[in-house]
């Protein structure tokens, strides 16, 4: 506890003052890269017309290629599938490949606009040879919501719609006890190296604190901020992230809820060689207007001493 000092209480009363008076890159980190990152995560698919569940969706980059994100669909009519989805720069588009249980394939091309991506594909079936267009919208609605729209036209007619679905995340990280499940998805971001998710878990008026030296103002500051930390991860060769955070003391003052603890990140690169990095950190959450939790302010200092980060990597400090 000795390194929790009165700086996170300025930090805190520093950010409700506040609150009241309110080139074009080919690593996978780039922004186009990274625009479906929104998507990724544990989901349960119900009909959205009528609430039905329709299956479950887990999607996650692949291993030591985040390049790729691939989709494992299951669905209640134990009919299952998966796709793989990536961006290619060669004609500034994305690419989906879809392949079902019996083997079919579907290949689509694609393009980002905000938060929606729209996948146009063509298949020809294999005895009449009636050609189908697909088109496929894909859009985030919430950070815990996701509305994907598959429409077929056969030999040209009119649009039909297949699947009109909500994605639903299997935990809901900001609503109500929120203010625990938070910081399961704020590890769940870092690792999967997501900097837009900063702005849905991160209050407009946050303020963070790094090292007890830079101090970063708003969540879309914070978001850039996580941009550029793991742009220089890719550029180490980092390739595989873990971040484990114990809040180990809390307190409730007025409406805000304050957090003690400490954090552990451990980094692998490509060689297999991993280093570790240790600390404490101090937080703020607020519920907002909205209902949901978010961080009103975030400070961390880590340590540098070799035997207390082996306590900590033990669990025994």
């Known amino acids: 506890m000795?390194?929790?000092c009165s700086f996170f209480f300025i930090l805190l009363f520093f950010s409700l003052s506040r609150n009241e008076a309110i080139s074009q890159d080919s690593?996978?980190?780039?922004t186009r890269f990274r625009q479906?990152?929104?998507?990724?995560?544990?989901?349960e698919v119900k009909n959205k017309v009528n609430g039905l569940k329709l299956g479950d969706n887990f999607i996650h980059r692949v291993a030591d290629n985040?390049?790729?994100?691939?989709?494992n669909w299951t669905?209640?009519?134990d009919d299952y599938s998966t796709g793989f989805h990536y961006y290619d720069s060669s004609i500034n588009k994305w690419r989906h490949r879809r392949i079902d249980h019996r083997g079919n394939t579907i290949d689509f091309t694609g393009i980002m606009t905000k938060d929606t991506l729209i996948y146009h594909g063509t298949s020809i079936h294999h005895k009449s040879k009636a050609k189908t267009n697909h088109r496929i919208t894909i859009s985030k609605h919430k950070i815990i919501e996701i509305h994907y729209l598959w429409e077929q036209s056969v030999n040209e007619g009119p649009w039909n719609v297949v699947k009109n679905a909500q994605y639903l995340r299997k935990f809901n990280p900001l609503r109500g006890k929120g203010k625990k499940s938070i910081y399961k998805y704020l590890m769940e971001s870092l690792e999967d190296q997501?900097?837009?998710?900063m702005t849905d878990l991160f209050s407009k008026e946050a303020i963070m604190v790094v090292d007890n030296e830079k101090l970063i103002s708003g969540n879309q500051q914070i978001k850039k901020y996580y941009k550029s930390f793991f742009k220089q991860l890719s550029s180490r060769n980092i390739n595989n992230t873990n971040f484990n955070i114990d809040p180990i003391k809390t307190m409730t003052i007025d409406d805000l809820n304050i957090h003690f603890g400490y954090y552990m990140f451990i980094f692998e690169n490509t060689s297999g060689l991993e280093e570790i990095h240790a600390g404490a950190f101090q937080a703020s959450l607020?519920?907002?207007s909205d209902g949901y939790y978010r961080f009103l302010t975030w400070a961390s200092t880590q340590i540098t001493k070799e035997d207390i980060v082996s306590m900590i990597?033990?669990?025994k400090w």
């Open 2 to 4: 000795k390194y929790y």
């Open 27 to 30: 690593s996978c980190d780039s």
């Open 36 to 43: 479906l990152d929104f998507w990724m995560g544990d989901w």
């Open 66 to 71: 985040n390049f790729i994100i691939q989709e």
């Open 75 to 77: 669905g209640i009519l």
């Open 194 to 197: 997501n900097h837009d998710m």
């Open 286 to 288: 607020k519920k907002e």
């Open 313 to 315: 990597f033990y669990g």
